[in-house]
DNA sequence: TATTGTTATACTCTATAACTATA
DNA sequence: TATAGTTATAGAGTATAACAATA
């Protein structure tokens, strides 16, 4: 109930810098890493990832893609041009409605993941989980996943643009 | 001992898929806050508050900006100059090595800093600790700057182009 | 010879606004 | 009228390589 404080608590501050810290080192080695290794941004790796790993049909509409990965549309129809001129995905309209369009990763996009993947996950492991035991990644799975989804819900939605309640 | 696997444990695909993706979303959350209200990227927001808060005298070289924000040279060169340009850093030669350039907070520096922090707080607070009780902060931190650390030591630099060992 | 920092350059990414087509 | 997606465009950010100056 007490009024919200106007700065930070020291813990809160370590707990905020270690955090876009180690994503920060993180993001930039696994960059490194995708780029070397099979020519994907990070973005376009999340896209096929997504569509490879999370998907089980290997489609999604294009807006769950923007939204999933936190972007514009017109960020998304850019990247996801690119991947389609790869080879790595197609694009089609979708069956049920008609505006809509459908991406599903094609079987060189899952040949590209496989490439990728063993480096990725060696650079994870390396970077982030060497120095956590069984437990503490539990512990930290367990704290993040609630704050993804309280994120999730309060929705700084990248996609539409508000506009409501003009009164 | 055991021989590294090839993927990561469903826990660790957790830990690691809400960690990037809580980082994304504050990130975003955070960006648009600090254009709004201080016409500041990221990147400039964090240089300042570098300078501002973590430095003591306010005062930092180039290399170790540079090092400690993770970037190219050239990159830190370009926010620096704008950062310059705005009037809220000074640029001059190092005291003691006269390669070197020392960057320093001017006033104007601080006060934006002032103007942002308050709703930077706020977005902070409401985003990432909202759901999580002051024993969480605490693990979260313990958790996270043990990584943060190891992330330091084994260095991939962002700065200097590697070169040794050519036989 | 190695290091610090800048410059020139080229490229990638991202967002905004205008537009088309379907619901 | 609202939603899905594309296009055009314009701007910001980033890295690489070549360079100058100092250690």
Redesign the interface.
Known sequence: MAS?P????A??L???F????????????VE?QLRDVGDLSWVQFQLLARLGLDSATGSERMTDLADGV?YSRSGLTYQAGLLEKAGLVTRAPSADDDRGVTVSITGAGRDRLATV??GH??V?????????S?K??????D??????????A?P?R?ATPRRRRES
């Open positions: 919200t106007s700065s930070l608590s813990v809160q370590r707990a905020y270690a955090l876009t810290e180690v994503a920060g080192l993180l993001k930039h080695a490194q936190v993947m063993p996950v060696e994870i492991r390396r970077q982030l989980f060497e120095p956590l069984a503490d990644t539990d512990a930290l799975a704290l993040l996943v609630p704050v993804r989804d309280h994120m999730r309060a700084p990248s």
